[in-house]
């Protein structure tokens, strides 16, 4: 029976906890880190094509379970994208691990010890970080201590065992969540060996076990064995993308390697890894009572209560130092460690009460909260919007970007210089409509080292750049920036991210008044080709070539690269396929002698009367025939390979690319 003053106590507790997991939930922090990246990644793969056990983290080539993926998929697709919607489950996740903790705190100690294990969960750093990140071990950690709770009831486990006769619902819950358990992370299999410690232990030591309780244990792993059937026939199958193979392939290479990956658990341990001095007093402080508390429990190891204490906590920490991956492998380790520190604490205050006027461990959970709520509000409200390693960590160049736009109350078109268009695990255009909240932004994206677009012919825009690795203006948005006006605009938690408004379609036609008397002429194998052709050059229905500059002399040495800027105008909005490119060519008839095909710009975001400016650098080769060499340029479909019809005045087609000069190589 839950007693009125006890229920009230730790309602508080979970109602300040879901306090300060709603405090800036969708800003802090401000964006996704690369093991959110990887989970997001799954989701995606997972939601548009064929659902599977295992997926593959390409980024590290690894397998991942994909259960915790989809889910986050689903509930984030409830609340529509954006920072906000993604952290819901792993909110609720927190919450329910700071009342399982509880829960199971008050089964196996008193109730001082489990209101103080409570706050030391609802408070500390790291699960109020972990209630805020995409990773599979926020959905596992309340999943694992709800099979341990259920584990208890079903052995009548409080701090001893006592011999009462079971029933079959604790343990059908119990092989419920440890079936889920190991498809969400391959953590939970941890749970597995914990629970076989344990009964050795409960055998060893002859404790006081209902015989039924075999039965019904029996009942329990046939369960469980028939829920995972799939994850093993998975893990059988393709044993190098399960959770097996990923542990195998994070092996240590050499004992040494184990014992410095210990070494290094005990140092992070201590630090949470980026923590600040306030914050590592209090880690201090914390670590010293659970020294305490850990010591008293092995004192009482003939007591299974504690022994499970003890067993939990060296079984999370096998897979972290195997591993060496000191983050939120963690996770598991955290209840048993919140609840030996909590005992500490308890036990602390009633051997001082003896001879000291110190409060009861009950009424010591209040300072305690304000401890951890100081340490809390320096260290992460305080310090990680200010902190350039987390603001890296978490991608925050685009997060707090995506928070900007989602707030700006209009809808100028933005130009974003990404750091990657494709490739990488999410590129940075679908990381930002995933961050973003708003439907349908007037967003742009370019490697603007080498490309940018001016917007609806070149009014006002915004553009962004993060200048964390380069430290300067991307290359090719220099030029235009000296031409145009521009002021800087100021963005919230952006610490190495330059935004600024540009306007300047004044400077954009006067520009193209001069780029569109170059010089070029039709493709010589075609009918009429010495008719005059004149810039702007329609290509297919939706692209017009402007024309182009080349910023160097057109006699070069092998080696050197041909300084090509292309310039086009979007007159349809497009689909993501096309691509430019620029040929050299010894003979117009024959395969090009050096090329550039690219395209640096995000295609399917571009509207009409965006203006493309490409850089096409053509580097000519080492050694390289001396002659003469014509250029031409055009555009073609990635999907077919096949190029876009060019077209002059009149709307007849002229072959299917333009030709802007000749090149003299000097060899």
Known sequence: ???????????????????????????????????????????ETAKFGPVAIFYTESERRIGREAAFPLLETLVAGIFGNGLFAFRVLPLWCGLLTVALVYALARRLLAFPEALLAAVFTAFSVFTVVLSRVIVPQTLLLPIYLGA?????????LRDEIRPLSPTTSPFTVFALLFGIGVYVHYSGLILLLLVALFWIYLRATVQPISRRVYSHALFAFVAAFTLMLPYILSTLRVPQWSGLGAIWKARPETFWALFENTLNLLRYALSFGVLGVFGLAVILVVAGLFLYGFVLAARRWRTPGYMLLLLMLATSLILPIWTGRLDYQLALGFPPAALLTAFGLASLLRAARRTL???????????VALALLAALSVEFFGRWPTDLQIYRQFNGYLGNLAIYLDRVPDDTPTLICARSLGGATLPDPILMELMMHRPNPNIRFSLCETAIVLTDGGRTQRVAFDFDQSGRTPAALQDWFARLKRKPIEVRGALRTAVYEIEGEVELANAFGKITLAPVSWPPDEPNASDPARLPIRMGDYLTFEGYTMNAAWTLKPGEF????????????QRGDFRLFAHLLRDPNASPVAQNDTLDITAHYLRPRDILVQVTPIQIGYPFPGGEYT?????????????????????????????????TVDD
């Open 562 to 573: 041909i300084p090509l800027v292309t310039y086009w105008r979007v007159d349809k909005e």
């Open 1 to 43: 029976m839950v007693r009125r003053p006890e229920f009230i106590l730790i309602l508080l507790v979970l109602l300040l906890a879901a306090f300060v997991r709603l405090a800036d939930l969708a800003r802090l922090p401000a964006g996704f880190s690369d093991a959110e990246i990887a989970s997001l990644h799954i989701g």
């Open 357 to 367: 006027p110190v409060p009861r461990p009950a009424w010591a959970a209040p300072l």
């Open 631 to 663: 250029l031409s340029v055009g555009a073609y479909r990635l999907a077919t390979q096949m190029r876009l019809p060019v077209f002059d005045e009149s709307g007849k087609e002229r072959g299917d690319r333009i030709f802007i000069g000749n090149i």
């Open 148 to 156: 341990l709770l259920a584990l208890t009831q079903g052995l009548h």
